[in-house]
């Protein structure tokens, strides 16, 4: 092979694409996909950095007219090359630029300063060392001074000590260093994420079942290198314990883990049970992390300091040199699917991650996604069930308010009497309770009841949210306003707010519980770092009986002392425009339930909903994953909808609205002359649900069949369509796949 293909670190679609270079002599033994090279570009031949993504012995043109590439980066890791390849599996598969997959799977590419510890140690021997200072009290270097004088006390100091307590310069200390006077020693310092205390590592007793499940995948690992899985366990069931059973078995082969979680707010929780259990092996990444602590984990990582990452989805590029299981803990969330490009999902490439490495995936959630299990009943992973919860403890009793029999109180409006009561019942008790609502802010909206105008947001297709400070604000670019006294419209002074926001669920519970204490989490009282662990802390030493909150409140939260769980208007996302909704709607209100009794004390859920008859709803209150999962399967068989068929969305965004439309038409007609006589549908152009942001509108169109390489077939041409016309250079386009 005597030719690279390579990817260069520009930003710019025009060079989205392998530019081929000859390789020199000595290098053609060391160079392979994922390599790092230094390559000359353009007509200056400035030297840029590259990634091989492909190896030939068959020239593009002209052998005469191909640049020899200059080096190669050769303390890249195996694990970085490995990375680099699989971002040529997630540029094909979702239809991204390749750099836009690079700089996905490599987050902390750019070089991070490093942190060290240095310490300034006496180079010469006593006697020496008097002598200097007697020297340097003559020439008056009172700063050279002070340091002989402490060093001959103390032998070696820190850095800081010196520079700080006593008042030296960088420059003063390297001079002296230069002379032979002293000795700088460096020492590598990790920016580490703050852990709690050092427990002892302990084995957990696990059950009967949760055994079972940890014989029949250790018993095979050999066999089957990159097994998947599927823990379907219901609430409470104990399938943390299993994961960290399977992950202790991979470290006792020197192999590492990676545990993805869908929330920063479970990050705390889920790290202390691995801590106690791994001790300091183990380390956290998350988006609010600096770069320079992403950094260093990733080093350590890449050094085998650590055995165990644990995060969300950009933990799922740790570079571990021997990764031998992916865990992805309530797999069916869909903060695991990026809302960028490249658009993926973290199953998807946890499970080529896992081919290319011989590496396990094990998938765990009460309330699966579709698609895994469709995956699981074709045989394409193996499905464990844990149908009983780890404790020996029954799973809550759930019951159902049906909002439309309830009287029109207007001094209550959020909490049906039912819930009342069973609120009253439980603070007598002394017990907690959570409360969930799907919504966020003091109001949804503020609409004219003159004439029906809603107040939108100037740069935004979406209506402003009132919050207790009497102002409106917008949730997605920032914009605020105060809240008018008249309507912009028609002057009306009948202004009228949708009040069902946590704020206003708050102001409620307080006025009719005011003995009670209260905490509310949300995104607004968890914008300050580590807002979240002190909410959960403090709920968790019950120095709060009722904790208020979106959904990040019931999403894997462990709380004993919880026995009630009030699920406030559990039909809205039943609403949202999205064939996913049902799905949606069950998942949330099954993992809301599950929040309830576990521990010794029974536990109850009180489901608010205007709609108590829908599949979602019922099943959800029955736990029934298996009725709800045929139900759905039913409808989105016939529709052709994912995971029955597939489903292509193509975003299109451009500050033009006039050249957005014409771009998606011209889009739409090409997409009907390749996919005629197919069977294929195609839908749009159309807004998208928010049809502006920041100033940039948006539109989508969907393809949609029961092939999948048919899409992927289709996609791939649209792809040179776009590049092959200017037309387009204004509009951004990405691709999703089944969203």
């Not at 092979?1 to 290098?27: C, G, K, S, W």
């Not at 690992?221 to 409470?236: A, K, P, S």
């Not at 992403?294 to 995060?311: L, P, S, Y």
Request: glycine share 6%.
């Amino acid at each position: 092979m005597i030719y690279a293909d390579v990817i260069v670190n520009i930003t710019a679609h025009a060079l989205d694409r392998p530019f081929q270079y000859r390789i020199p002599e000595a290098l053609r033994d060391k160079l392979e996909v994922g390599s790092v090279v230094t390559v000359p570009f353009g007509n200056g031949n400035r030297p840029v950095t590259g990634y091989v993504i492909g190896l030939s012995d068959q020239p593009a043109l002209e052998p005469e007219r191909i640049k020899e590439l200059s080096e190669a980066v050769l303390d890249a890791s195996d694990e970085e090359k490995r990375l680099t390849g699989l971002a040529v599996w997630i540029r094909d598969r979702y239809g991204s630029t390749m750099l836009q997959a690079l700089h996905t799977v490599l987050p902390v590419k750019r070089k991070v300063q490093a942190q060290e510890k240095k310490v300034l140690v006496l180079k010469l021997p006593e006697d020496a060392a008097r002598q200097e200072l007697e020297l340097m009290r003559r020439k008056h270097l009172e700063a050279r001074v002070r340091v002989l004088e402490a060093l001959i006390e103390e032998q070696s100091l820190p850095w800081e000590i010196v520079t700080e307590k006593l008042h030296v310069t960088p420059a003063v200390l390297n001079a002296m260093a230069k002379k032979g006077c002293i000795r700088i020693e460096r020492t590598r310092v990790y920016r580490k994420p703050p852990l709690p205390e050092a427990l002892a590592h302990g084995a957990v007793s696990l059950n009967e079942q949760q055994q079972a499940i940890v014989d029949s995948i250790c018993g095979r690992w050999e066999e089957d290198l990159c097994g998947r899985y599927l823990i379907q366990g219901v609430t409470g069931s104990g399938k943390t314990e299993v994961y960290m059973e399977l992950i202790a078995h991979a470290v006792s082969r020197s192999e590492q883990a990676i545990v993805l979680i869908p929330e920063i707010a479970l990050t705390y929780q889920t790290l202390m049970r691995f801590y106690h259990r791994f001790g300091d092996r183990v380390s956290v990444i998350h988006s609010r992390m600096s770069e320079g602590e992403r950094f260093d984990q990733f080093e350590r990582a890449k050094n085998g300091d650590i055995d165990v990452m644990i995060g969300p989805r950009s933990a799922l590029f740790t570079p571990f040199p021997h990764l031998g299981i992916i865990v992805i803990d309530e797999e069916h969330e869909e903060s695991y699917r990026s809302g960028q490009s490249p658009r993926y999902h973290a199953r998807e490439v946890a499970f080529q991650r896992g081919r290319m490495e011989n590496a396990k995936v094990v998938l765990g959630s009460a309330t699966p996604s579709l698609e895994a299990s469709w995956a699981g009943r074709r045989g394409e992973l193996t499905i464990f069930k844990l149908n009983q919860r780890a404790r020996a403890v029954s799973l809550p009793e759930v019951s159902i308010a049906d909002l439309r029999t309830e009287p029109r109180d207007s001094t209550t409006t959020l909490l049906s009497r039912p819930l009342r009561e069973r609120m009253e019942d439980c603070l007598g008790k002394g017990d907690q309770m959570m409360l969930f609502l799907n919504r966020r802010g003091y109001a949804g909206f503020v609409t004219c009841r003159s004439c029906g105008h809603v107040i939108k947001c100037p740069h935004c297709d979406v209506s402003l949210t009132l919050h207790a400070s009497g102002r409106l604000a917008c949730h997605y670019c920032g914009y605020e306003t105060p809240m008018p006294d008249r309507c912009p419209e028609c002057g009306s002074i009948y202004l009228r707010t949708f009040r069902a926001g946590t704020e206003q669920v708050e102001e409620e519970v307080t006025r009719l519980f005011p003995q009670a204490r209260v905490l509310r989490m949300d995104r607004d009282t968890t914008t300050a770092k580590d807002a979240q662990l002190k909410i959960l802390s403090a709920f968790a030493s019950h120095e709060a009986d009722i904790l208020i909150g979106t959904q990040m409140i019931v999403k894997g939260h462990d709380f004993p002392d919880v026995t009630l769980v009030g699920i406030l208007l559990a039909d809205l996302s039943l609403n949202i425009p999205d064939y996913r909704a049902a799905e949606r709607t069950f998942q949330l209100l099954t993992q809301a339930a599950g929040r309830a009794g576990r521990s010794s004390k029974s536990g109850c859920v009180l489901i608010q909903t205007y709609a108590p008859d829908h599949y979602a709803v019922q099943c959800a209150a029955r736990q029934d994953y298996e009725e709800f999962y045929r139900q759905e399967m039913a409808f989105r068989s016939m529709a052709l909808y994912p995971p029955a068929g597939s489903l292509v969305a193509i975003h299109c965004s451009c500050a033009d609205r006039q050249h957005l439309e014409t771009a998606a038409q011209y889009l739409r007609l090409f997409l009907e002359k390749i996919l005629k006589r197919t069977g294929a549908a195609i839908l749009g152009p159309a807004d998208e649900n928010v049809a502006k942001i920041n100033d940039i509108w948006r539109m989508v169109l969907y393809l949609r069949s029961g092939s999948e390489e048919l899409l992927r077939e289709a996609r791939r041409r649209l792809e040179r369509y776009i590049e092959a016309n200017e037309g387009f250079s204004s509009v951004e386009i990405q691709f999703d796949i089944n969203q």
